[in-house]
């Protein structure tokens, strides 16, 4: 195992009597969707949310920050890994509730499964979200959305861990915006989420899922593992078109390729590293540049170290 520093150890030491699954040296790229990241010195796997407050706990009373993971989509981990502490919020943390048109997921729930359960049950509002690879938490922090619609317009609370304990806040107070939320700048840990839905035939509900999701099976890359789309879009245009009209589909670095089914997805053909990935972005953000003008910027988030 690779040493870590003495306070770092400290820490270990308190996360292995308050959870149960505490790693050393654990390849990230196992955890994230992008196949792609170094190890990080230490993982932490919570499997309630009582162990995921312990360890948010411990890490406060410390002062360490750590690098918090859902389903690893939107993610790109450096090829050195992560330094410091990652919590992935995953299985055990997934429990959904649903009383009427209101549902409370916890962080780990995975997006795909409870917009198709939601939409079985005649509820609508979260069937644009049946394509995205993310759990309920990171979806919530990043407003995640498709097909002109984000979380923003069915989040009505967020349950979070803060420094000095837990705290509800109001889907109003969560400073949403394109892709991003307040949260994003909060050192807090989303636990739970509080949707509000509208009750619909649950039949017309499944069929907007469906062809939402047929269309998006058509139109982005499904196989080779990728992290979404790279860049945001510009006000009033689409990354995907602008890469498009530049050249930009099919360029390759390495093991990274721009997918030729959409331009705004770089896939992984399974030997791609973050340096790949971050050329072939700077290659395309510099052809969009020469061809349009614009300067386009990173959707993916940059974790560890590169």
């Not at 609370?157 to 909060?186: C, I, K």
Request: hydrophobic share 45%; aromatic share 4%; proline share 6%.
């Amino acid at each position: 195992m690779t040493p870590v520093g003495a306070a770092l150890e400290a820490v270990e030491a308190q996360l292995r009597a308050a959870v149960g699954d505490v790693r050393r040296d654990e390849p990230v790229a196992r955890h994230v969707q992008f196949r792609i990241g170094g190890p990080a010195d230490l993982f932490v796997v919570p499997r309630t949310l009582a162990e995921l407050e312990a360890a948010c706990g411990v890490l406060a009373a410390a002062g360490v920050r750590p690098v918090v993971l859902g389903q690893g989509s939107n993610v790109l981990v450096g090829d050195r890994g992560i330094r410091g502490v990652v919590v992935k919020i995953g299985k055990g943390c997934d429990r959904v509730t649903i009383a009427g048109a209101a549902v409370t997921a916890e962080a780990g729930a995975g997006v795909p499964a409870l917009a198709l359960q939601t939409a079985r049950r005649g509820l609508a509002g979260l069937e644009f979200a049946a394509g995205i690879p993310g759990s309920v938490g990171g979806a919530v922090v990043m407003n995640a959305g498709a097909h002109g619609h984000a979380m923003d317009e069915v989040t009505e609370w967020v349950d979070v861990f803060t420094p000095s304990g837990p705290r509800r806040l109001s889907g109003e107070a969560l400073g949403f915006a394109y892709r991003t939320s307040a949260l994003q700048q909060q050192p807090w840990v989303v636990a739970r989420v509080g949707l509000r839905l509208r009750p619909e035939p649950a039949a017309q509900v499944r069929a907007r899922l469906e062809a939402w999701l047929a269309q998006r099976g058509a139109t982005q890359p499904l196989g080779p593992p990728s992290s979404g789309c790279i860049f945001r879009n510009p006000p009033g245009d689409h990354a995907g078109r602008l890469i498009d009209a530049a050249g930009g589909k099919g360029l390759v670095v390495g093991g990274a390729r721009v997918s030729e089914l959409h331009a705004n997805y770089i896939v992984n053909d399974g030997t791609a590293t973050a340096s790949d990935v971050l050329a072939l972005a700077d290659l395309v953000r510099a052809r969009v540049r020469e061809h349009a003008g614009i300067a386009l910027e990173m959707e993916v988030k940059l974790l560890g170290d590169f």
